[in-house]
């Protein structure tokens, strides 16, 4: 989990042992990872509350946290793969994964901006795309969508009922996203 404040370190109270890292401190973590083995790093955004929009513009800000911290971990480890959680939840202000009409998720729509989403962490140096919003149709969108603006070395890991897991609840603590 990557934060934006100063502290290197901030403590997630709901997963003990984990806490909220800088980007410098994510860097860090990351090299030390690499130096283990580990081949792969998977990073999720703790979103300013003032980002979070009913539409989740932010998603798709080729500047946002997310981005900057694949950018930056790339920069300095580009061996070491990076995966990205493809989900709007961090970004919304009502804290669902998809966009939301007269109270009901939008699929369509929502595919749009998961594909902008996808795009501008291919663009960041993301090697896996990790959609976990539950849309129909969304990895054979995304794939369209890499693969139109030439990302089809990025891979796609969709995620399956992860709502079924007793970290759920923490994980949307974690990312701030707990409605």
């Given at each position: 989990?990557?934060?934006?404040?100063?502290?290197?370190?901030?403590?997630?109270?709901?997963?003990?042992?984990?806490?909220?890292?800088?980007?410098?401190?994510?860097?860090?973590?990351?090299?030390?990872?690499?130096?283990?083995?580990?081949?792969?790093?998977?990073?999720?955004?703790?979103?300013?509350?003032?980002?979070?929009?009913?539409?989740a513009?932010?998603?798709?800000?080729?500047?946002?946290?997310?981005?900057?911290?694949?950018?930056?971990?790339?920069?300095?480890?580009?061996?070491?793969?990076?995966?990205?959680?493809?989900?709007?939840?961090?970004?919304?202000?009502?804290?669902?994964?998809?966009l939301?009409?007269?109270?009901?998720?939008?699929?369509?729509?929502?595919?749009?901006?998961?594909?902008?989403?996808?795009?501008?962490?291919?663009?960041?140096?993301?090697?896996v795309?990790?959609?976990?919003?539950?849309?129909?149709?969304?990895?054979?969108?995304?794939?369209?969508?890499?693969?139109?603006?030439?990302?089809?070395?990025?891979?796609?890991?969709?995620?399956?009922?992860?709502?079924?897991?007793?970290?759920?609840?923490?994980?949307?603590?974690?990312?701030?996203?707990?409605?």
């Open positions: 989990f990557v934060h934006d404040g100063d502290e290197s370190r901030v403590p997630v109270p709901s997963l003990p042992g984990v806490d909220r890292l800088s980007i410098s401190q994510l860097v860090a973590d990351a090299g030390e990872a690499r130096d283990l083995g580990i081949p792969l790093i998977a990073i999720f955004p703790v979103v300013d509350p003032s980002l979070k929009t009913e539409e513009e932010e998603a798709y800000n080729p500047d946002n946290l997310v981005c900057r911290a694949v950018s930056a971990v790339k920069e300095a480890h580009p061996d070491l793969g990076v995966m990205c959680d493809v989900a709007l939840d961090p970004f919304t202000s009502h804290g669902h994964d998809g939301l009409r007269d109270n009901y998720i939008v699929n369509d729509e929502t595919l749009d901006v998961l594909c902008k989403q996808s795009l501008v962490q291919a663009r960041a140096g993301c090697d795309i990790a959609p976990s919003d539950m849309m129909d149709g969304r990895v054979g969108a995304i794939r369209g969508a890499l693969d139109g603006d030439n990302y089809t070395h990025v891979r796609i890991m969709a995620y399956a009922a992860k709502y079924a897991s007793a970290l759920y609840g923490p994980f949307r603590d974690a990312v701030g996203s707990a409605p």
